[in-house]
């Protein structure tokens, strides 16, 4: 969960608007020339936390970078569902030409999964940091999480919502949620606290799905940092050894947030069909 929302418009970056199946309007930046490649962001996220990912990977590929649903410049129909979240990846997919390879980072690594699972048409799948839990001591996510971060955001405590999600799915310390009241990316944070559901739903109590993880089909390339999460790196372990055709890269001395420049060689290789 990066919650940073920086990012300025490189030059050759053109905004575009598409329609998913329900007639939801998503907003998403085109830049780059080359194999397409969907980026999916994770909660808290808006395109600008991974437009310096697509500037960096610009020079070879056709990034397409979108707002999910609820978030920036993109609209909401209720009510809520996963799936629809799974057209409006297959939207995106449709603008690329009807087939592209798709990034998804932490909550939105466990959206393209569910996507891939279903069949959509995702030529190559990378997944950075997706959360489950593997291991009977890892914690998990309590039933209701998401019914109550929906509640908050409806009766207009967004706060509420946004420190309710740090502190129970992120694992933020309270004392650091506190003193995050006064950064200055909290205002974003707080204007998409409302999709926090969204994501909640997503990733359900954070049980590895094996049954479904295992009727992927597209070669997936599983990242993790060095000092990501211990939670998120057992279970990068543990989504190669379920996919049917995965291998595993670690980014040393790289976190949870997004290193665009760690990243590009990576995704490089993998999406050029390297071995």
Same mark, same amino acid.
């Given at each position: 969960?990066?919650?940073?929302?920086?990012?300025?418009?490189?030059?050759?970056?053109?905004?575009?608007?598409?329609?998913?199946?329900?007639?939801?309007?998503?907003?998403?930046?085109?830049?780059?020339?080359?194999?397409?490649?969907?980026?999916?962001?994770?909660?808290? =996220?808006?395109?600008?936390?991974?437009?310096?990912?697509?500037?960096?990977?610009?020079?070879?590929?056709?990034?397409? =970078?979108?707002?999910?649903?609820?978030?920036?410049?993109?609209?909401?129909?209720?009510?809520?569902?996963?799936?629809?979240?799974?057209?409006?990846?297959?939207?995106?997919?449709?603008?690329?030409?009807?087939?592209?390879?798709?990034?998804?980072?932490?909550?939105?690594?466990?959206? +393209?999964?569910?996507?891939?699972?279903?069949?959509?048409?995702?030529?190559?799948?990378?997944?950075? /940091?997706?959360?489950?839990?593997?291991?009977?001591?890892?914690?998990?996510?309590?039933?209701?999480?998401?019914?109550?971060?929906?509640?908050?955001?409806?009766?207009?405590?967004?706060? $509420?919502?946004?420190?309710?999600?740090?502190?129970?799915?992120?694992?933020?310390?309270?004392?650091?949620?506190?003193?995050?009241?006064?950064?200055?990316?909290?205002?974003?944070?707080?204007?998409?606290?409302?999709?926090?559901?969204? /994501?909640?739903?997503?990733?359900? $109590?954070?049980?590895?799905?094996?049954?479904?993880?295992?009727?992927?089909?597209?070669?997936?390339?599983?990242?993790?940092?060095?000092?990501?999460?211990?939670?998120?790196?057992?279970?990068? +372990?543990?989504?190669?050894?379920?996919?049917?055709?995965?291998?595993?890269?670690?980014?040393?001395?790289?976190?949870? $947030?997004?290193?665009?420049?760690?990243?590009?060689?990576?995704?490089? $290789?993998?999406?050029?069909?390297?071995?």
């Amino acid at each position: 969960m990066d919650q940073s929302q920086t990012g300025s418009p490189p030059v050759g970056r053109s905004t575009r608007t598409t329609t998913s199946a329900d007639g939801t309007t998503l907003a998403f930046d085109v830049e780059g020339d080359g194999p397409p490649i969907v980026l999916v962001g994770g909660a808290f =996220n808006t395109r600008p936390t991974t437009a310096p990912l697509a500037g960096a990977l610009r020079d070879r590929f056709t990034t397409i =970078n979108f707002d999910r649903r609820g978030r920036g410049d993109s609209g909401d129909t209720p009510p809520y569902a996963v799936e629809r979240e799974i057209d409006d990846l297959d939207a995106m997919i449709r603008e690329a030409g009807g087939s592209a390879a798709v990034f998804g980072y932490s909550s939105g690594a466990t959206l +393209a999964l569910k996507a891939a699972a279903r069949g959509s048409a995702i030529s190559r799948l990378v997944v950075y /940091d997706a959360p489950f839990a593997v291991d009977d001591a890892d914690p998990r996510l309590p039933p209701g999480l998401a019914d109550e971060l929906a509640r908050l955001a409806e009766a207009g405590r967004r706060g $509420d919502a946004v420190e309710l999600y740090q502190r129970v799915a992120v694992g933020i310390a309270e004392e650091v949620v506190a003193r995050m009241r006064q950064a200055p990316f909290r205002p974003a944070l707080e204007a998409i606290a409302h999709t926090l559901s969204y /994501d909640a739903r997503i990733v359900g $109590d954070l049980a590895l799905p094996t049954g479904l993880i295992r009727s992927v089909t597209a070669p997936a390339l599983v990242i993790d940092g060095e000092e990501s999460p211990p939670v998120m790196r057992k279970a990068a +372990a543990a989504l190669v050894r379920t996919l049917p055709d995965a291998r595993r890269r670690t980014l040393a001395g790289q976190g949870h $947030d997004l290193a665009p420049e760690a990243l590009r060689p990576v995704l490089e $290789d993998f999406l050029a069909g390297s071995p």
